[in-house]
């Protein structure tokens, strides 16, 4: 990977999170799935030496938090490496898996002080899950391996998301409150990847792309999140993170995006399936409630909207 040395002209807006989208292998084929992936989905041209350099670089601007997503990520050849590389660099981790599948070494990795992991969950009904994933047995193998990374006291989250009629995806939030995940969050199936079939724009995103968070694809290309794939200014074999983040066609790209007119969370922060270090554990995926007092918990899960 060729990276521009040159010192960037203007000081950029430093993201809590960088999301590094590792491959678009997957063992599941979500109906909604942003990225695409599926089995048949390929790891792209970023070799492990690439991410090396991109963490390093992530570590230098001082970027707090590295997430692996895909994708499965755990698919991805030499992904462990990935997580000690960031941990050796002082980095926080999380790993958003599906959690279809957790080997011996997997559960050894996610153990890891530093680490914690992310998922996704559909429904308490495993034929509504299994429904979302396309994939029979999915939700059995998923929350099984919920409780286990529970019982094994690693940090997890989780996101809903609500794709059709009847999937009791509001139920599936007290679901995993119940089982002992304090950060949940609900979100609708976004206008990107296959939830669409016209072409993606910036109303599908949070209001946070870019400000919270960016996001290197498969290919190398920078995004302001793995949502806005769409939107991809510059790649990071080809620049430094640095210089793309402190340059024009970055903050040409960001503005693009509207902020949300009254955000939930801490710090303006929207919170979303993909949030990482923005959303305290109180908070779930919704609008704000009508006394605007920026409490979207699990009690204002009602009044929050399907739109935030």
Known sequence: MTALLEPPTTKPLVPHVIELEITGECQLVCEHCFADSGPAGTHGVMTQADWFGV???????GIATVQLIGGEPTTFPGWAGLVDHALSRGRKVEIFS?????????????????VSLATSYYSVNAGEHDKVTKTIG??????????????RGIPIRAGIV????????????????????????LDYARGV???????????????????????IMPDGSVSPCVLGRFLKPANVRESSLASILAGPEWAAVVATIPERA?????????CSPSDQGVCGPGYTMGGCPPNDSNDCSPANTEACGPSY
């Open 193 to 215: 990847g296959r939830s669409t079939k016209s072409v993606p724009d910036v109303s599908a995103l949070c209001g946070n792309c870019g400000r919270g968070r960016l996001a």
């Open 138 to 151: 999915s939700h059995e193998r998923t929350r099984a391996n919920i409780v286990e990374a529970i019982r």
């Open 98 to 114: 599906n959690l279809y599948h957790v080997s011996a070494k997997g559960w050894a990795v996610f153990e890891h002080p530093g």
């Open 162 to 185: 609500g794709v059709h009629d009847g999937q009791l995806e509001r139920l599936a939030v007290n679901e995993l409150h119940s089982l002992g995940i304090e950060r949940v969050t």
């Open 262 to 270: 009254e955000p939930c969370g801490p710090n303006g922060g929207p």
């Open 55 to 61: 963490i390093d670089q992530a570590t230098e601007i």
